[in-house]
């Protein structure tokens, strides 16, 4: 099975930038896609981006697009978010996800889910 682990999170000034990283365990990665979610203190799960598992394709969520941008190293067995132009309202728990095709990490049905690591942008 895939176990995830995240990192990078921290505390940045608004308009600063932030990489997060989850690194997988076990073979199985090369196989899946990987997605970052994120929750907010009183909000719900709001899904952030997913890559394919071959890193060709990515899909972002409109308040993140143009900003953030999603990357894997299969070699190293992780995958990467990048957070530029940093905003208060990115401030929540990240979350790093794993499922079988993008659609399916898009559509928050997974089974395999990191312990999150918590960004905060101060302004």
């Known amino acids: 099975q895939v176990q995830l682990v995240e990192s990078g999170g921290g505390l940045v000034q608004a308009g600063g930038s932030l990489r997060l990283s989850c690194a997988a365990s076990?073979?199985?990665?090369?196989?899946?896609?990987m997605g970052w979610f994120r929750q907010a203190p009183g909000k719900e799960r709001e899904f952030v981006g997913v890559i394919s598992y071959s890193g060709g394709s990515t899909d972002y969520a409109d308040s993140v697009n143009g900003r953030f941008t999603i990357t894997r190293d299969n070699a190293k067995i992780t995958v990467y978010l990048q957070m530029n132009n940093l905003k208060p309202e990115d401030t929540a728990v990240y979350y790093c996800?794993?499922?079988?095709?993008?659609?399916?990490?898009?559509?928050?049905?997974?089974?395999?889910w990191g312990q999150g690591t918590q960004v905060t942008v101060s302004s």
């Open positions: 996800a794993a499922g079988r095709d993008s659609s399916t990490v898009k559509a928050d049905t997974v089974d395999y």
């Open positions: 076990g073979r199985a990665f090369r196989w899946l896609a």
